[in-house]
């Protein structure tokens, strides 16, 4: 059952009773399957052949079917890198049409093709799936690649503390026309191999004991299998394939696909038809379920990207900015997310929003175009981790403020202004900052969004309570934000509470902690009612995101001022310098 079933593909289509659309219903257009040989010929006609006649558009297939596991690499054949971007997972079918002549593989040895017009609809759906055996194991830290000591540090931590650890090497190094791009950092995890229902109460110790907040690391065991059904139009099944199904249009028009499922977990949470450049190929997933995963070319995947990451009618030069910061963005991605995944990235907020086609725009398609193959590179050459943030509230950050590590030298924060900026006060004075009007880029962008650009937010003591109820230390009587970093975004919280004190460590957790802050640039306050007692905590902060790197309205705001795209991306990665990857 775990070989690909070319047996039983031939045998499904030579002696089931094959039900053809009643005289009155338009009829689908046969396709047609041409059989191969394992030495590449056509093979003759055998037991396993399969009962459609051959047609006049055959053409020899020398490839074989890509396995799953292929889908989590970069194929750069021809230069230009092509990406396995997941549209969605855990379904029980998948329906979708070529937009033109389509061949569809079914792999295995003798390299099976079917061919079938545009326009015609097909299903494929999974049946006897077995769900991936994964092994669990907390990730207790993270580290740059380069901070050797950092590691040495963080093995040290967790030992003293008791806990067995070993170290991973996450992120891969490769070259693309004499550069380099190397995303490799070290992963510190628990040797203690845990179970899914293990997993979340050993987490809850170490947050109560140590006030460290850890996450899953996953490593498949035993890979998912299924039997995956191809069906017609008329609900007729053509074909069976051993996990995985290759969908190509000889013209490279690509798909349209039906009921694609869309922000999983958020409010606007649906199904859409959308279409999409390049190949579809329908794969087992973890869960032994369909994934549709897209394989596109990288500039057509950024087509359906840079539109759902800025604003479409913004300055031409900020919509290039930010097509060379995606590029760079996708490629550092390589090899870090979805491991236990039959694809590289996903296409929802947790990787990047991809709608293909259907989410294309004629100004972003330019922008791209007009950038092709653009990364930003440091002065050694080495591709930038290119990251942005929406608003940064008039100021950059240090990523080793918000994300701890090494100090990035091209990820320094600084003033966003526009202009000089003596005489102006900075964030070392936070509460006399968010209150002045100041000549920043994100603010005087034509695109600025007052509300997040300065923000404020009120929590009921209730409210915090329950946010802070796995911290373990009670009741909270004080909050304090502290370790402020050059735009005094806060990378810590410390937590007093009637049973003890703790402290939260990170940019990211103590956003979360308050159901997602706009950004940690803010000042905390208590609020009494008039006999005294604490009623809640007054947050007022500037700032929309992490603020690390290019700020994507500031960047709108620099166009608009005049700075070309070089000049934008020069400003926010101190010096980086705009190159052609490919």
């Not at 030579?14 to 396709?31: D, G, I, L, M, Y």
């Not at 940690?520 to 007022?540: C, I, K, N, Q, Y």
Request: hydrophobic share 35%.
């Amino acid at each position: 059952m775990h070989k690909v079933v070319l047996a039983l593909l031939a045998f499904a289509l030579v002696t089931c009773a094959t039900p053809r659309p009643p005289p009155e219903a338009a009829p689908t257009p046969s396709p047609t399957v041409e059989p191969r040989s394992r030495d590449g010929g056509a093979s003759t006609r055998s037991p396993d052949a399969l009962a459609f006649p051959a047609g006049p558009d055959l053409k020899s297939v020398d490839e074989l079917l890509p396995a799953p596991d292929t889908l989590r690499r970069l194929d750069f054949r021809g230069g230009e890198p092509q990406v396995p971007i997941g549209l969605m997972q855990g379904r029980r079918e998948v329906r979708f049409s070529p937009r033109g002549r389509m061949r569809l593989r079914f792999g295995g040895e003798e390299g099976r093709v079917l061919e079938a017009p545009a326009g015609s609809v097909w299903t494929v759906r999974v049946t006897e799936g077995s769900p991936a055996e994964l092994s669990s194991y907390l990730q207790l830290a993270e580290v740059p690649f380069p901070d050797k000591a950092g590691l040495a540090e963080a093995q040290a931590l967790w030992r003293s503390r008791g806990v067995a650890v070993r170290v991973h090497v996450l992120g891969v190094l490769y070259g693309i026309a004499g550069k380099v791009i190397d995303n490799r950092r070290y992963l510190l995890l628990s040797q203690e191999q845990l179970s899914p229902t293990e997993a979340p109460a050993r987490q809850a110790e170490l947050l109560r004991e140590y006030g460290a907040r850890t996450s899953l690391f996953e490593e498949v065991r035993v890979p998912s299998r299924a039997i995956l059904e191809v069906r017609d139009e008329s609900g007729v099944v053509v074909g069976l394939a051993q996990d995985s199904v290759l969908a190509e249009t000889l013209d490279e028009s690509g798909f349209d696909v039906r009921q694609v499922e869309h922000d999983v977990g958020y409010d606007n949470h649906g199904f859409e038809d959308r279409s999409f450049r390049g190949t579809l190929q329908l794969t087992v997933d973890r869960h032994g379920t369909l994934a549709a995963v897209n394989l596109v070319r990288l500039e057509d995947l950024l087509k359906g990207l840079v539109p759902s990451e800025i604003y479409a009618r913004a300055h031409p030069e900020a919509l290039k900015a930010q097509a060379v910061t995606a590029r760079g963005e996708v490629l550092a991605k390589v090899g870090i997310k979805h491991l236990a995944d039959p694809f590289l990235l996903c296409s929802e907020q947790h990787c990047a929003v991809y709608r293909g086609r259907t989410g294309e725009a004629a100004s972003t398609t330019a922008a791209v175009e007009a950038t092709r193959g653009e990364g930003l590179f440091s002065q050694q050459g080495r591709l930038v981790d290119s990251v942005y943030s929406a608003v940064c509230g008039g100021h950059t950050e240090d990523n080793d403020v918000v994300w701890g590590g090494p100090p990035n030298p091209n990820l320094r924060g600084r003033p966003d202004v526009l202009g000089p900026t003596e005489g102006l006060p900075g964030p070392d004075s936070l509460s006399e900052y968010l209150r002045a009007e100041l000549p920043t880029a994100c603010r005087l962008s034509t695109f600025a969004q007052p509300s997040k650009y300065r923000w404020e937010k009120r929590f009921s003591v209730e409210q915090v309570n329950a946010f802070t109820a796995s911290l373990g230390v009670g009741p909270v009587r004080a909050l304090s934000l502290g370790e402020r970093g050059v735009s005094g975004r806060a990378r810590t919280l410390t937590v007093a509470g009637e049973r003890g004190v703790t402290q939260v460590r990170g940019e990211l957790n103590i956003r979360r902690l308050f159901g997602m802050l706009n950004s940690s640039m803010a000042l905390v306050d208590e609020e009494r009612d008039a006999e005294g007692h604490l009623t809640g905590w007054h947050f007022r902060g500037g700032g929309w995101g992490h603020g690390v790197g290019m700020c994507q309205t500031g960047a709108i705001g620099r166009a608009e001022a005049g700075q070309r795209y070089q000049d934008i991306l020069r400003f926010y990665f101190n010096g980086a310098e705009v190159a052609p990857i490919y």
